[in-house]
Structures are given as structure tokens and as C-alpha cells.
């Protein structure tokens, strides 16, 4: 079938929205007609070069739709089920899977990414990212890269469950491992590191201070949960030491929108013994040095941790996240900034590198 669809021809192109032939699901695959996909900063790292993709790629990783059609074998969903899509899909069975680590699922690992191509343009097969492509009107998935939700969430609201919500919350929740009465340093307080200000928030934390060198980031975490939202790392650390007799944090995220390991030592130095730091940011492929003193980090006992998918298990807690959401213990709703149309995700994406948004989202 036809549909259109937001295609990356290379590093330093625009997104290009254009007609493009659509595969009919396979054996094991379902037809999404996405409502809504957030811009995500990571589908921006194609753009820059940044992070190695292939190219010509339909991006989008961050969706939320109906399912139009299922191919043969198909079992988890129906047509009319709506759903959040998932990149890094669990098979729910490889030693990950089974050890409660389903975001670091082999299978999902092993798989070759790119290697499906279920768009074509200008006679050549196009992938798409995380193998999900949600930036278009529709889009053929593996049945395991859906989860299917109730009818009565709004899509912009569950689009943000498959990246920004999952990852930051759980980048507290999970990988900081935040409990009552820690102190939490969350530098990057964007779409992703916003949910880390709730995670925190839920966690029971004592302190949660926002770094975010734009003004509305500062403001909106205050709204989100922040005790204190600060423009500089220096700032964060003078506060800290003020507020915590010189403890520092028990946890600092790392979620600006393009990791530096120039500044890492900096982040580790605002937690204080035993303190772990989360680098939730993508950083460029090609840098592999960071600037730490290593001395300091042993004697003190630190931990440092990536940060794949916040350590969430999708089918644990995206239901989990939507319970949250209903009772009013988490926001959703108002993550969004601004809506866009699929012909304005350049503008959508000048805005996010404006600072102009919380999260953009396309609505469709
Ligand atoms: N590990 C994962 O699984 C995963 C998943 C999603 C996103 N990410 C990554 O997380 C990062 C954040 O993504 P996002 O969508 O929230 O981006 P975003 O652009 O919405 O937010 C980044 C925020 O960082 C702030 N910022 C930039 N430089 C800063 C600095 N020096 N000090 C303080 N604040 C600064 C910006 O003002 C912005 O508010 C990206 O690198 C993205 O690729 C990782
Ligand atoms: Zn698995
Ligand atoms: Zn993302």
C-alpha cells in the first residue's frame, strides 16, 4: 500500500516527507496506523552523524497507533487493539529475558538492525529506526515490537511510553535505584531526563535538582517534581554541598541531549560516596575518551551505569506507567509542548534545538 513517510537520505539532510510503498505484513508482522510520535533528540543524532545509522532510513522510534492488519502467525494483537510500538522488543525467553533484563533482550541484540525494509522510495528499500519507522502514516512491525494498551489513552500521551517516560523514569526507578530520602542530581531536564525528575519524585526522593540551561526545562521541572532546577553544573554542585552537609547526591542522570564524556567527571563529582551516576545521554560513536579521575571514583566507592531503554521491562511497566498516569501520580499529558503535522517535523525539530519544547509530538 501507499502512505507517507519522513525519510533521513543521509548525514546533514533535512527530513523529507514523501510518498512511500508500504510492505504488507509478513509472517509475524502487524500494520500500525501511527496517531502519534514524539521527537525523540536520539532520532536526531542520525541527522548529525552522530550516532551510526543506515541510510535511506524512515525515522521515528517514539509511536503510539492502531493496528490496521496482522500477517499469518500472529497471535498477541488484532486489528483495532491500539498499541505503543517498542524498539528493543523482548523475545521473553533468552537468558536476559529470563533474568528480568527483557530491555537487553539477545534476541532484540542479535537482531540486525536495518536489515528490515518495509518502506520504499524513489525505487530503493528504506529502513527503518529501532525497526519501527513510526514516523509515517503507517508502518509494518514484528508483532513483538507492540504493546497493546487500552482504548482510551490518548496517543500523544501513550506515544512518549515507547521512549522518553520508559527511559528517564526508569533511569531513576531502576538504574539509579533512587529510594526514599536520596538525594538526586538530574542533569538535562528535557523529555527524557523530565521523567527521570518523576521518577525520582516517585521514588521517594529528598532533593531533586534540575540542570537545564534553558529557562521553560527549569521552570517545568519545578512543575514536575523538582525541589530545585538550576542553569549549571556548578550551580548543582554548590547547592548540593550546601543542602546535603557536603554528602552530594546519592544518584546524578546524565540526560542532556548529546553526551560529552568531557564532562562526565563533573556529573560523577556531584554524588558523593557510594553515589551512582546514570548516562541516560547518547553520546557521538566516534568519541571514546572520557575526562574522570579514576583515583577519587575507586576510593569513593562509586558506580557508573549506561542506560538501555531505562532498564524497563515493556510489558511490566508500560501497564504500570498507564496505572501511574490514571491515578495522577504521573504526567503524560503534559510532556507535550506542541503538536505538529508529519510535513513540520523539520520545524519540530529547529524548536527542539531551540529549547522551545518539552516534547514535540507529531499528531496525525
Ligand atoms: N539510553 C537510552 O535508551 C535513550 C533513550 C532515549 C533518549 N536517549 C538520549 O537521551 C538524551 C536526551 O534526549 P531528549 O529527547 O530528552 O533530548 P532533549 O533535547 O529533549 O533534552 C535535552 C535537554 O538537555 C538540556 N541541555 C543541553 N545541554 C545542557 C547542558 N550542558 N547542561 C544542562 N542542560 C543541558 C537541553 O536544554 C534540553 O532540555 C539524548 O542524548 C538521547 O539520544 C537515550
Ligand atoms: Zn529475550
Ligand atoms: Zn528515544
Redesign the pocket.
Known sequence: MSTRAAILWGVGEKWSVEDVDLAEPGFGQVRVKIHATGL???D??AVTGDMPTPFPLVGGHEGAGVVEAVGPGVTRVAPGDHVVLIFQPPCGHCRNCARGRSNLCLNAALQDYGAAKPFKARGRDIAATGDLGTFADATVVSERCVVKIAKDVPFAAASLLG??VT??WGAAVYLAEVEPGDNVVV????????NSVQGARHAGANLVVA????EL?RRKALEFGATHAV???EEAKELLAENTDGRMADAAIL?????DGG?LGQIVDLTGPAGTTVV????PFASTSVDLNLALFTLSQKTLR?????GVQVHRDIPLLLDLYRQGHLKLDELITKTYTLDQINEGYAD??A?K???GVIAF
Open positions: 525523540c533528540h536520539s536526531d543524532h521512549c522518553a527511559t528517564g542533569i538535562g531536564s528535557g523529555g527524557v531526563g523530565i540542570v537545564d540551561t534553558v526545562k542553569a549549571s553544573v540526560s542532556v541531549g548529546v553526551g564532562i541516560t545521554s547518547v553520546s549506561g542506560n538501555v531503554y531505562g527542539m534545538h529549547g519544547n518539552l516534547r
